[in-house]
């Protein structure tokens, strides 16, 4: 029985070894999650210094508002920031949802689950010059009803 029992452990470990590299996300991904994740600490923080690590100095951002084509610079947006975290921080929830990658192009899909509003960006990224940069940026945001 205890031999039946070490073989089980052991295969079962096996299995889980072989599974790990599978887990472990590439060199890639991981250098695309730098500005993502530089994006979503910008919104947390409302440090502007986190979303200039982010954005490629010519990065737009277009949206559609009261059903018309918006759109506005990186540095325009970057300037918004307030400087402190939202008085609501704490139940605000953010997270990036998928990454595709192709060569030196990648889009990434972020959700910003918020008291009031539930917005959902996608992002369009290049490596440029050897860093990755958010070049472009669209979004929905659905205001919640109370």
């Known amino acids: 029985m205890k ?13 889980f ?10 060199p890639e991904e991981a250098a695309v999650r730098i500005p993502l994740e530089n994006y979503l600490k910008g919104h947390a923080t409302g440090d502007s210094a986190y979303f200039k690590m ?12 009261d059903g ?9 947006y970057i300037s918004g920031a ?12 953010r997270s990036i ?3 595709d990658i192709t060569g030196n192009t990648a889009v ?17 990224l290049l490596k440029v010059d050897g860093e990755w940069k958010i070049v472009n940026k669209i979004f929905n945001a659905q205001q919640k009803s109370h």
Request: net charge positive; charged share 20%.
């Open 108 to 124: 990434a899909k972020i959700i910003l689950d918020y008291p009031n509003a539930l917005l959902t960006d996608y992002m369009s």
């Open 82 to 93: 307030s400087g402190k975290p939202a008085d609501d921080e704490a139940q605000r929830k």
């Open 97 to 99: 949802a998928s990454i």
């Open 17 to 26: 070894m072989a599974c790990v590299p599978a887990l472990a996300q590439n």
């Open 54 to 65: 982010a954005f490629h100095p010519e990065a737009k951002l277009f949206w559609i508002r």
């Open 3 to 15: 031999r039946l029992i070490l073989l089980s452990a052991t295969m079962l470990n096996l299995v």
């Open 68 to 76: 018309k084509f918006t759109q506005r610079t990186s540095a325009s």
